[in-house]
């Protein structure tokens, strides 16, 4: 390390390497969540179910968010993985 040229590492701010986060969520969970939302609260005009469904899927995505940020992108490469362990 001490033959590094000065300049060489610089210190890195975390919120470079994560997600840009909407309400908890990232950006395109979030956006998706209330255009589903909206399309049956005011579309299918049944707003006692869409909005209970967007705030229960909100507080899920927030939930695994706050888990893992990359979680929209790692969950389904994990579940496209075969499994080898049968129990």
């Given at each position: 390390?001490?033959?590094?040229?000065?300049?060489?590492?610089?210190?890195?701010?975390?919120?470079?390497?994560?997600?840009?986060?909407?309400?908890?969520?990232?950006?395109?969970?979030?956006?998706?969540?209330?255009?589903?939302?909206?399309?049956?609260?005011f579309g299918l005009q049944q707003?006692?179910?869409?909005?209970?469904?967007?705030?229960?899927?909100?507080?899920?995505?927030?939930?695994?968010?706050?888990?893992?940020?990359?979680?929209?992108?790692?969950?389904?490469?994990?579940?496209?993985?075969?499994?080898?362990?049968?129990?």
């Open positions: 390390m001490l033959d590094e040229p000065d300049g060489y590492r610089i210190s890195l701010r975390t919120s470079l390497t994560r997600p840009l986060l909407i309400a908890g969520v990232p950006r395109t969970f979030a956006i998706m969540n209330a255009t589903v939302a909206a399309a049956i609260a707003p006692l179910i869409g909005i209970p469904l967007w705030a229960i899927v909100q507080g899920a995505g927030a939930y695994g968010s706050s888990r893992d940020p990359w979680f929209l992108d790692t969950w389904p490469r994990a579940m496209a993985k075969p499994s080898y362990f049968s129990a």
